[in-house]
């Protein structure tokens, strides 16, 4: 099964803990696909920090919901702390968001598949349809590159 994410970091060593993100991920799957690093400015908050992102798909044989699990325990082991009550969209050193697991369709208070606003954000979008421009959302039944020419969102997408 493929598991694609997109992982962000806005504090602390970027790269270096996206680059750790996805090595420790590798007991959940195997990253078979990635796009470059893209930083963007932050989505839902205002900060002074931007964002590096970047999309990562993984092989693996647990299902959604144990790797949204493992997701989880790496943001923790990473340092990312979600106090309850707290703003939804804050800084971060690592956030990791699974937008589509194949071409499940699921949402429970736990988890949505596919991602729900994931049409709504460019700096999704751009690294996605650098290595998956085909893909064709499950719901929505358009791809990812139409997707990306039809996106709302004019906020500033730059590959490093």
């Avoid at 090595?23 to 470059?36: I, M, P, T, Y």
């Avoid at 092989?59 to 919901?65: D, V």
């Avoid at 939804?88 to 990791?96: A, G, K």
């Avoid at 998956?132 to 791809?143: G, S, V, Y």
Wanted: net charge negative.
């Amino acid at each position: 099964m493929q598991a694609i994410t997109i992982l962000g970091s806005n504090s602390g060593d970027k790269q270096a803990l996206l680059a750790e993100a996805v090595r420790r991920l590798g007991s959940a799957g195997e990253a078979v696909l990635q796009s470059s690093l893209y930083e963007t400015a932050p989505w839902g908050f205002t900060c002074e920090e931007n964002f590096l992102n970047q999309v990562v798909v993984f092989e693996t044989h647990l299902s959604p919901i144990d790797f949204l699990h493992q997701c989880l325990e790496v943001e923790r082991q990473l340092g990312r702390v979600r106090k309850p009550g707290t703003a939804r969209y804050t800084s971060r050193p690592i956030d990791i968001d699974l937008l589509f697991y194949d071409n499940e369709v699921m949402d429970t208070p736990e988890l949505s598949l596919p991602h729900p606003r994931l049409h709504l954000r460019q700096f999704v979008l751009v690294p996605l349809a650098e290595i998956l421009p085909t893909w064709e959302h499950p719901t929505l039944h358009r791809t990812i590159a139409h997707l990306l020419a039809t996106c709302p969102d004019i906020s500033a997408v730059r590959k490093l």
